[in-house]
């Protein structure tokens, strides 16, 4: 039995399971390939139901119709945050981090770039604010992910991120992210 538990969380399998996509719970929007699947992988393991509430929420919300704010779906947990804004010159964002959640971030209308680099290779601008659950940070950008409403992104703790980039001309974006707990 222990070999098979084993097998079971092979680079293969981890590949099969994101791949197959059913995680999803038939959310038509597309992973950006910035996600970590084996993360993704441990993290819908160890909370399935969270995640699955979460993607869930995603795949049966008139999403467009979202008024901006709060949604709460699992109190502290799990809730969504609508915004809309005007998008961003690269000056007037930063990286940030977090440490109690995942963020999924959606655009629901609009465009965007969302800068992405691994925490390690960031340095503390300013203190973590554990209200907020929020770590501003310095360095460079590593790679930048075109979001759109066809496609999501998925942020760990271990995932620097720098949202709300202009691509090209600046954009009006409608925005949800999905807060999942996972401390």
Not at 121 to 143: K, Q
Not at 170 to 183: A, C, D, Y
Request: glycine share 6%.
């Amino acid at each position: 039995m222990e070999n098979r538990k084993q097998a079971m969380h092979t680079p293969e399998h981890v590949k099969e399971w994101f791949n197959k996509g059913e995680w999803k719970m038939g959310w038509a929007a597309m992973p950006d390939a910035s996600i970590n699947p084996t993360e993704l992988y441990n993290q819908v393991h160890l909370n399935p139901e969270r995640w699955a509430q979460a993607f869930r929420f995603l795949a049966t919300t008139d999403l467009a119709a979202l008024p901006k704010g709060r949604h709460e779906l699992d109190g502290t947990n799990l809730y969504a945050s609508v915004d809309e804004y005007l998008s961003r010159e690269p000056e007037d964002c930063r990286l940030e981090a977090h440490r109690k959640y995942a963020d999924i971030q959606y655009v629901i209308s609009g465009q965007e770039q969302i800068g992405i680099t691994p925490l390690a290779e960031t340095v503390e601008a300013t203190p973590y604010h554990p209200d907020n659950d929020i770590l501003f940070l310095d360095g460079e950008v590593g790679h930048y992910g075109q979001a759109t409403p066809a496609r999501f992104f998925v942020f760990f703790p271990n995932d620097a991120h720098m949202p709300c980039l202009k691509s090209g001309e600046r954009s009006n974006v409608k925005k949800v992210v999905v807060k999942v707990r996972i401390g």
